[in-house]
């Protein structure tokens, strides 16, 4: 049986292949799809710069930008990660107490690294901008 579905869902995925041909002008409502991507990069490379500029070192501006984009990536990922978690915890460690401590143990960790990744940027900067000046 299962070698029959297995069958069946490979025979439908080659059923529903479709070519897509690439061009060069990528139009998307209207807008130019290229042009979004050259002026968001544009923008980074700005921000880059400032960083760059308010810190005074090339290396200390590039860490503190990572920084800050870690920081603002952290929060969804978190999140999702404490969702995950809740699930292991409440749901799947109902009948098994493995998997209840492994959705506490995935919490706790995700609620830590939030909160390191939302201090480090703020330590960085205390003590690049603070001690160094």
Same mark, same amino acid.
């Given at each position: 049986?299962? %070698?029959?579905?297995? /069958?069946?869902?490979? =025979?439908?995925? =080659?059923?529903?292949?479709?070519?897509?041909?690439?061009? !060069?002008?990528?139009?998307? !409502?209207? +807008?130019?799809?290229?042009?979004? =991507?050259?002026?968001?990069?544009? %923008?980074?490379? !700005? *921000?880059?710069?400032?960083?760059?500029?308010?810190? #005074?070192?090339?290396?200390? #501006?590039? *860490?503190?930008? =990572?920084? !800050? %984009?870690? $920081?603002?990536?952290?929060?969804?990922? #978190?999140? @999702?990660?404490? @969702?995950?978690?809740?699930?292991? +915890?409440?749901?799947?460690?109902? %009948?098994?107490?493995?998997? $209840?401590?492994?959705?506490?143990?995935?919490? /706790?960790?995700?609620?830590?690294?939030?909160?390191?990744? +939302? @201090?480090?940027?703020?330590?960085?900067?205390?003590? @690049?901008?603070?001690? $160094?000046?």
């Amino acid at each position: 049986m299962k %070698k029959a579905i297995t /069958i069946i869902a490979i =025979i439908l995925c =080659i059923c529903t292949i479709s070519t897509v041909y690439a061009t !060069n002008e990528i139009v998307e !409502n209207g +807008q130019d799809v290229t042009g979004k =991507i050259i002026e968001i990069k544009e %923008k980074e490379l !700005n *921000t880059l710069e400032e960083y760059k500029e308010a810190y #005074g070192s090339d290396a200390y #501006g590039l *860490t503190a930008f =990572i920084l !800050n %984009k870690i $920081r603002l990536y952290s929060i969804p990922f #978190g999140f @999702v990660a404490i @969702v995950i978690a809740a699930m292991y +915890q409440y749901i799947l460690g109902i %009948k098994k107490m493995d998997v $209840r401590d492994k959705g506490f143990a995935l919490m /706790i960790a995700s609620v830590t690294l939030i909160i390191i990744c +939302q @201090v480090l940027p703020l330590v960085f900067a205390i003590v @690049v901008k603070g001690w $160094r000046s």
